[in-house]
């Protein structure tokens, strides 16, 4: 099972790095605003459409007076939204251009909703003052017709099959498309998707006529959300639905068999002559697998193994690095996958990354200062770190507001472990599930899951983690040669 998550960490490092070279240009964002000063504030973007998990792009901080100004890369145009506490603030951005930004007015969400996993920040478009492609209040003006129409027929154009409906709404998204005089690429595509979203609408049960007219002879458009809305919807638990049909009889015969791989989902499709284009194929099976594995089709070892092979088999890398997101999503902090790594501020005014912290175990608490039960266990966190320091680091990831507090309050408690403050990486909060506070983590000395999550110092700690740290000790002597000794193959 080890071998099988480290072979996946891997693959990770060698899509990222992929990835990253295949990045147009920058984005530069600016302004000035007066509320947030002395804030950091995320940039987030969609690792893909699929999953919607959120990856962070950067940290953006605000100085003393309130300007910011900061850029990162981008690959031609991507939709990305920031963290701004009580709302969350969305703008597409197109690679080589600078956007001066509007912020709205600051305001703090409250301390009881911030871990509230109910709670939904407000949808804000950000204001831009100098958008001169128009593309942002292009794309506005459209959803305005396109929420208010669209939503409120989908169910009778399902029901009914009442193609002259879509035909009508068709004709008036072209109307409204027209009248905002936008010319950008990424809009008529945009609006494309949009109007293949309304025409699949009543013709779900012809799913296959409407992949071969509307998907079979295009480019997988990657970054444009209406496609994905759209394919989602025509490709809808896509794997369980086709193996029904008179096409799908070859993708039936070879879902029987065991071992399975997704090349041979990919070379079964192939029996279909609308699925030739490799990476729009690749797309509806990566979504019939993630729908699969959610609605119980495929069992979590066989979409591990789809998913898997997808990161090796898959003609295209965007179809690899989305085989990696689902993967990463359904295994998240299960145990012996890698720990999400973060790079925070310490109470000792330096930055510390988990991965530096490699070869001892961690213990992982999140965190706050003003928390009644995050203060009745820190004193025995100290202790914990003094009967452990051999063996491992006690970390704390502090989740208050203000960071300069930390540094005081560890110098003033004789905090012994090490405390950090997750105001310049705030994602880590997202990345760990945190929705109670104090949470607790053991990683062990790879850097991977142990314990998710791990008991707190009063709940039968000390027999838990000697019994994970006897058991990886024991793993540790099997998988290395007796020459290589670690700090593990010592009799304690």
């Given at each position: 099972?080890?071998?099988?998550?480290f072979?996946?960490y891997l693959?990770?490092?060698?899509?990222?790095?992929s990835?990253s070279?295949?990045s147009?240009?920058n984005?530069?964002?600016h302004?000035?605003?007066p509320?947030?000063?002395?804030?950091?504030?995320?940039?987030?973007?969609?690792a893909d459409y699929?999953t919607?998990?959120?990856?962070?792009?950067?940290v953006?901080?605000?100085?003393s007076?309130?300007?910011?100004d900061y850029?990162?890369?981008?690959d031609?145009?991507?939709?990305?939204?920031?963290?701004l506490s009580?709302?969350?603030?969305h703008?597409f951005v197109?690679?080589?251009?600078?956007y001066?930004?509007i912020?709205?007015?600051?305001?703090?969400?409250?301390d009881a909703?911030?871990?509230?996993?109910?709670?939904?920040p407000?949808d804000?478009?950000l204001g831009?003052?100098?958008d001169?492609?128009q593309l942002?209040?292009?794309?506005r003006?459209?959803?305005l017709?396109?929420n208010?129409?669209?939503?409120?027929?989908?169910?009778?154009?399902v029901?009914?099959?009442?193609t002259?409906?879509?035909?009508e709404?068709?004709?008036?998204s072209?109307s409204?498309?027209?009248l905002?005089?936008?010319?950008h690429?990424?809009?008529?595509?945009y609006v494309?998707y949009?109007?293949v979203?309304?025409y699949?609408?009543?013709?779900?049960?012809?799913?296959?006529?409407v992949?071969q007219?509307?998907?079979?002879?295009e480019a997988?458009?990657?970054?444009v959300?209406s496609?994905?809305?759209?394919l989602?919807l025509i490709?809808?638990s896509?794997?369980s639905s086709?193996?029904?049909t008179?096409q799908?009889?070859t993708?039936?015969?070879?879902l029987g068999n065991?071992p399975?791989s997704?090349?041979?989902?990919?070379?079964a499709?192939?029996?279909?002559t609308?699925?030739a284009n490799?990476?729009?194929?690749?797309a509806?099976?990566?979504?019939?697998?993630?729908?699969?594995?959610?609605t119980?089709y495929?069992?979590?070892g066989?979409?591990?193994?789809?998913?898997t092979t997808?990161?090796?088999?898959?003609?295209g890398?965007?179809?690899?690095?989305?085989?990696?997101d689902i993967?990463q999503?359904k295994?998240?902090?299960?145990p012996g996958?890698m720990?999400?790594?973060?790079?925070?501020?310490g109470a000792?005014?330096k930055?510390?990354?988990?991965?530096?912290l490699?070869?001892?175990?961690?213990?992982l608490?999140?965190?706050h200062?003003?928390n009644?039960?995050?203060?009745?266990?820190m004193?025995a966190?100290?202790?914990?770190?003094?009967?452990?320091?051999?063996?491992?680091?006690?970390v704390?990831?502090?989740?208050?507001?203000?960071?300069?507090?930390i540094g005081?309050?560890s110098?003033?408690k004789k905090i012994?472990?090490l405390m950090?403050?997750?105001n310049?990486?705030q994602?880590?909060?997202?990345?760990y599930?945190?929705?109670t506070?104090?949470?607790?983590?053991l990683?062990?000395?790879?850097?991977?899951i142990?314990?998710?999550?791990?008991?707190?110092?009063?709940e039968?700690f000390?027999?838990?983690i000697n019994?994970v740290?006897?058991?990886?000790?024991?793993?540790s002597?099997?998988r290395r040669?007796?020459?290589e000794?670690?700090i593990?193959?010592i009799v304690r």
């Amino acid at each position: 099972m080890k071998r099988y998550f480290f072979k996946i960490y891997l693959i990770a490092v060698a899509l990222i790095a992929s990835a990253s070279a295949i990045s147009a240009g920058n984005v530069r964002l600016h302004g000035v605003a007066p509320d947030y000063a002395g804030y950091h504030i995320e940039i987030y973007r969609y690792a893909d459409y699929i999953t919607h998990i959120r990856e962070l792009v950067g940290v953006m901080m605000v100085d003393s007076v309130g300007s910011f100004d900061y850029s990162f890369e981008a690959d031609s145009v991507e939709y990305i939204f920031l963290d701004l506490s009580s709302y969350h603030a969305h703008l597409f951005v197109e690679a080589g251009i600078n956007y001066e930004v509007i912020l709205p007015p600051f305001r703090l969400r409250p301390d009881a909703d911030r871990f509230n996993p109910f709670y939904k920040p407000e949808d804000i478009e950000l204001g831009i003052s100098n958008d001169k492609s128009q593309l942002n209040e292009a794309i506005r003006n459209y959803d305005l017709f396109f929420n208010a129409h669209y939503h409120s027929n989908a169910v009778d154009m399902v029901r009914s099959r009442n193609t002259r409906k879509a035909d009508e709404l068709i004709a008036q998204s072209d109307s409204v498309a027209r009248l905002q005089k936008c010319n950008h690429p990424y809009f008529k595509e945009y609006v494309k998707y949009r109007e293949v979203q309304i025409y699949a609408t009543p013709r779900l049960r012809s799913a296959s006529a409407v992949i071969q007219q509307k998907f079979a002879h295009e480019a997988v458009a990657y970054s444009v959300p209406s496609y994905w809305d759209a394919l989602g919807l025509i490709g809808q638990s896509f794997i369980s639905s086709h193996v029904r049909t008179k096409q799908g009889a070859t993708l039936k015969k070879v879902l029987g068999n065991r071992p399975l791989s997704f090349a041979d989902i990919s070379n079964a499709l192939l029996a279909d002559t609308i699925f030739a284009n490799n990476e729009m194929r690749e797309a509806f099976i990566l979504k019939g697998i993630y729908d699969g594995y959610y609605t119980g089709y495929f069992s979590s070892g066989l979409s591990d193994t789809l998913l898997t092979t997808a990161t090796e088999q898959a003609v295209g890398q965007h179809s690899k690095k989305i085989a990696l997101d689902i993967l990463q999503k359904k295994n998240r902090l299960k145990p012996g996958t890698m720990a999400p790594d973060f790079t925070l501020l310490g109470a000792d005014g330096k930055e510390h990354s988990l991965s530096e912290l490699r070869g001892k175990f961690v213990y992982l608490a999140f965190m706050h200062t003003q928390n009644y039960s995050c203060l009745k266990e820190m004193p025995a966190l100290s202790g914990i770190q003094r009967h452990y320091k051999r063996d491992m680091y006690v970390v704390g990831i502090m989740t208050d507001e203000e960071s300069n507090q930390i540094g005081s309050y560890s110098n003033n408690k004789k905090i012994e472990w090490l405390m950090l403050s997750y105001n310049i990486m705030q994602n880590v909060v997202l990345d760990y599930g945190v929705e109670t506070m104090p949470s607790y983590f053991l990683i062990d000395p790879e850097g991977r899951i142990s314990l998710s999550p791990a008991p707190s110092p009063s709940e039968n700690f000390e027999q838990t983690i000697n019994s994970v740290m006897k058991r990886y000790k024991s793993e540790s002597l099997r998988r290395r040669p007796e020459k290589e000794k670690t700090i593990y193959d010592i009799v304690r």
